[in-house]
């Protein structure tokens, strides 16, 4: 299994607040991601990166920033948290490969009240 | 847009029978797919994928199908256990980006 940490596991926060969600990884690889899962909407990609300092938006981008100022660690942050953005969270890495397989983590349920 | 679509939330088979899961894309410069089974509280893992240039890759009991011209792909899980028992979601990746775009996913049960 592709060491991949995601924390905190669970958070409940306040509309209003700040939230940011870290995801790190041991295999060096080059691709991470951020995913959101919602009943009805599957996986839906909210940014990702291609390398360090490397990013780019995903389909539902609007809310969320990211950073990744080291190839291991890969931070999600929610500017303003707001109760539609309560879902759980998946991290996700890849490298290019035969298989093209990506490796999500435990992922995180985040609850705004 | 919905680029990546599985029409079916949920499907039922008996233990031994067949599973066949659907998947349909509007993108044509998807090079890749793959398929995930996830069960609650874990993230999701890969099954199996196909490069675009096969129209077939067996592994076990999963084989995934592709069809370009129809913009659809299947995975079939034979014999179905109970084990299987999950959701499952297929990707398509476009290998010059590496973007994953997820289906919004199947419930499989499968009935012992």
């Known amino acids: 299994d592709a060491g991949i940490t995601q924390s905190p596991r669970h958070k409940v926060t306040e509309t209003g607040t700040p939230v940011t969600l870290r995801c790190h990884q041991t295999e060096n690889h080059r691709y991470m991601y951020w995913y959101r899962q919602d009943p009805g909407h599957g996986l839906r990609l909210i940014h990702y990166?291609?390398?360090?300092?490397?990013?780019d938006k995903g389909e539902v981008s609007d809310g969320y920033s990211v950073s990744r100022s080291k190839t291991e660690d890969f931070l999600l942050t929610l500017e303003s948290a707001t109760s539609s953005q309560t879902s759980v969270y998946f991290c996700a890495t890849s490298e290019t490969g035969n298989n093209r397989e990506a490796f999500f983590g435990q992922g995180t349920r985040l609850t705004v009240v | 847009d919905q680029q990546v679509k599985q029409n079916s939330p949920s499907l039922s088979v008996q233990e031994g029978r067949i599973s066949i899961l659907n998947c349909d894309y509007t993108?044509?410069?998807?090079?890749?797919f793959l398929w995930y089974k996830k069960y609650p509280a874990e993230g999701p893992t890969f099954l199996i994928s196909i490069s675009s240039i096969k129209d077939k890759n067996e592994d076990g009991r999963f084989t995934v199908f592709l069809n370009k011209s129809a913009k659809h792909l299947s995975l079939h899980i034979v014999p179905s256990q109970p084990g299987d028992s999950a959701v499952y979601f297929c990707a398509a990746l476009t290998s010059g980006t590496y973007k994953y775009i997820f289906g919004t996913g199947t419930r499989l049960k499968v009935l012992a």
């Open positions: 990166s291609y390398g360090v300092k490397d990013t």
């Open positions: 993108n044509s410069m998807f090079d890749y």
